[in-house]
């Protein structure tokens, strides 16, 4: 195992990246080698967990998480990487302090990081606001550190925004290397993201924004499928196809979950709501015109209806290469006639594949681990092999 | 000292337990050796406390709670025993994820649990509710653990359920071991466990039952006293009795306080909700007639005006032993003059016995770490020995 | 460098203090050793910090936090903190326990401090009770040591009561030190605490009373401005009086904020309540009377705005010392045009200091650690110094 885990770090110390001090906040925007530094240095770490040897990069300092919507896989995911990191996690709970916009973003990113090593941030609920509130929080600690005013600058973590969701796709990206046996063999593997119906409104685009975003760099034949209307956000889908050409595999969008699912080698069906409903919302919501919110809800809801049959089912499955391709959700999923009564997937299909989703869940941590160490360390590599050298048990005692 | 410990962890290593890797959710299903492996080791694990030496049981991992209803001491409690273990503290609040019933619970369990070592749990408010919901986390992280999902099963720990409350009574008869000298000295005390007025409602019986299912182990003389109505669960009054039999002790259930303290060795008076009331409450519940939820309170507080002769008072304190007995709570106790206008306990008798209930509530945080340290260790005693053996100051540097 | 941080504390290792196992909670009742041992030790902490060098002075333990007011800086402060002295932090939410006041405080005090070297308390709402409530928690935790409930006690800190935050003003003196080069440099420095104009409500009047009681204790000059009504609460003001006479300073109250602003060093506008209005408010609320607090609010809002021209402008800036006196505040301020139409500062003021009161701020988390050391360390220099000499580092693994 140990031999496995020094190949890891050897071809983590050979790749040159971009990420020491700068934020990882889209996929898009970064390099492959950046990627491939992330996912390497999250395997590294995920195996040294698994070989019971403890990663203490930090012996002090603040991981502090900041969610503007719920969660529950992502917060523990970086509770357990801010664990493993050895660092204290301190939640930014925004109804217990006073965090306004504007003016004070800048303050606040400072005050909350003078002992702060990464900022994880949920910000997912309004379009056009999310990365824009990242990137402002960014800017703030670099000023933060330009100006002596912080000792270090923490790595501001995207735990999800308006426009990617980098630690979900790299984390389901882990998963199908793990379930193909290597990012080469993804290459010519056809992925059908699609939308399916859900009785709830308002799920966010970055899920799928970040899965086409994110596979189509693989030499992957990505299938994006929606009912007509439930576009995504039209840069990403650009750049999508633009990935898609660059590594030689595909990227359509068709209006058809039949479409998308024929010979597919992986599906993953997931509602969302239209960018154009979405955008609506936004500026309802500027505009103070929340009154208006609920019949644009009602609105969007009625719309859902007329495509209820988009739904992952048995018979769905059978279209897929060898009726066997590989079922993935970020979770929790609509599963019709146990969490919903008409949803995202049919029960048996679900059930089929339960524990296989919760496995794409458990590479959260170490995702986030991998670009925590990226950002915070100059060489992640020689960091790691101290930890696999020195092989201090993570139980035990010592 | 060290020698007293030593003695300790050799006792600890020759017991035959049960525990490793299993669920301790009720003392009655649990051995007389399981019992006594707790005990050992959270004696063993104050004692090095208290001699200021660490005990890092791990390097990293999280210890989770889920708190379904309000807490003090068992909150702090649980921190504690998780800051012994070297655990980061998680809490699962359930508003700020979306945790539903049913389906969901195991995929919860499993998302909360990949770095997880300890999952404490509150869950006290319903009958029939809190201890199936435990069984169903256990369930689903057993599964988790044999198909591949967890790198290892954490420990769920009882932190009081419809039923039993593990840690509270397990923490009281470690108090009884310190007051009277040992296990052995209990045999033949006598012990009123008895109900006792109070202006709240709906008060678990956990706490009662877990005293009269605990205590009737050692041979100890039981009575249990309420006012007609005021039944515990009848299973759990079943066992205690066998218990007793077994164990060479009594058991008995009157209906007048002044029967059970005379001649009492200790004296418990609590409040509680009647079984009956609590089953009706959970029907009401779950058929969605909460608009009676009103009236039920209303009946069960007129009820308990009915007993407000029910008080731990100074006279009723001179019928037990030499007027001495020893008086517990769990805390907050309900302090005529102090807390209410009349409650459980006279101001006088409390007062005298404050410092001692304090003593009683201290021995909370090593119960849990001795239930962590039996479930997650094969073997504790000698992990334990390695911390005596190292003896690294837990404060000062290293 | 190491060599700066050793005369620190050989220089803190010289000082005899009363602040082993005594309580800071108003910096008045201090003695200068005290306040120069928390100043030497804060400082120290910080080298370290910046030096790479990591300060466990626990190994396990809780640090308790309990805001009974929102918080941003002083939560994350008490956080850094904490896990700069290796404590695991536990933040005491009052809706999710049961606390009252009253007979419980001394209950709950002990039941949260078991294993717990730290308690953290904001409570500053209401005149009168805030320092009353840290004196009673300060003594039932002595208590609970002395009768051996507690294997130690708590350190209490002051993160804000109604009369002081010295947490604040000691940071404030080491940004000014650090400014000023020394805190001999600071004898006849003018620094300028100035009521200024806010349209909000009922700010405390402890940041002010915080600044005049500390500032002049090191012979500086003194200059206490608000219009009239707005006094600070009689005592204070006249022990600030006292230390000016002692230290060779100089005291005065001034109903202008242009006196106070002449040729000062050192400006510190900061809106607060007047101690009239505070405590007919307290009175109010004491008595059940909550229906005139809003009348009570209405006039006091009504009184602020006959005071809009105490504002923190460019043309009073020019009065300072060469115009050029050092803006303070403790964040966040009313900043006219960007925080609120009409404020304390003007926007131009402001944001040619901002980065100042960033740093200013800079220094909770080390004056907090330093009061933590000297009240649990018998011996804080030889700890310190037993950092500097092991320097492992805070980062990278060891």
């Known amino acids: 195992m140990s031999k496995k885990i020094k ?7 050979s790749l040159k990246t971009g990420l020491h001090e700068d934020d990882f906040l889209l996929t898009w925007e970064q390099s492959d080698a950046d990627l491939r530094a992330v996912l390497l240095a999250a395997e590294i770490v995920e195996e040294l967990y698994r070989e019971g040897i403890q990663t203490p990069a930090f012996r002090n300092g603040l991981a502090v998480s900041i969610f503007r919507d719920q969660s529950t896989r992502t917060r523990f995911s970086f509770a357990s990487a801010a664990s493993l990191m050895g660092l204290t996690l301190m939640d930014m709970d925004e109804k217990k302090s006073q965090v306004a916009h504007g003016e004070t973003i800048r303050e606040t990113a400072n005050m909350i990081s003078f002992l702060t090593e990464v900022i994880g941030i949920r910000d997912d609920m309004f ?3 999310g990365h824009e509130y990242m990137k402002e929080v960014s800017e703030s600690v670099k000023e933060g550190l330009r100006e002596g005013v912080l000792p270090q600058k923490p790595a501001i973590l995207n735990l999800q925004c308006d426009r990617d969701h980098p630690t979900q796709s790299m984390a389901d990206l882990m998963h199908l290397q793990k379930t193909f046996g290597s990012l080469e063999n993804l290459r010519g593997k056809k992925i059908a993201m699609t939308w399916a119906y859900s009785p709830s409104y308002g799920k966010p685009l970055s899920v799928p924004q970040g899965i086409i975003g994110l596979m189509s760099r693989f030499g992957m034949n990505v299938s994006l ?6 576009d995504l956000m039209p840069d990403i889908v650009k750049k999508a196809g633009e990935f898609a050409k660059a590594s030689g595999g595909k990227f359509e969008v068709v209006n058809s979950m039949e479409d998308a699912f024929a010979d597919a080698d992986i599906v993953y069906p997931k509602s969302w709501a239209p960018f154009s409903i ?3 919302r936004t500026k309802l919501l500027r505009s103070g015109e929340s009154a208006k919110l609920g019949d644009l809800e009602k609105q969007c809801l009625a719309n859902n209806l007329q495509h209820k049959d988009w739904e992952c089912t048995e018979e769905l499955m059978k279209k897929t290469k060898d009726g066997k391709a590989l079922y993935m959700h ?5 599963i019709t006639g146990v969490s919903c009564k008409q949803g995202e997937v049919a029960a048996s299909v679900f059930e089929r594949y339960r524990l296989r989703t919760y496995k794409e869940a458990e590479h959260k941590p170490y995702v ?12 992640p590599a020689g960091l790691l092999k101290k930890f696999l050298d020195d092989a201090i048990p993570r139980r035990g005692g010592k």
């Not at 499928?225 to 439930?230: D, E, N, V």
């Open 278 to 280: 979405m955008e609506e």
């Open 330 to 334: 970020c979770l929790p999923a609509d």
């Open 225 to 230: 499928a929606y009912p007509k209307g439930y």
């Open 127 to 129: 379009i056009g606001e």
């Open 7 to 13: 190949s890891l770090i050897d071809q983590l110390s």
């Open 368 to 379: 986030m681990a991998g670009m925590i160490l990226n950002n915070r360390f100059k060489d």
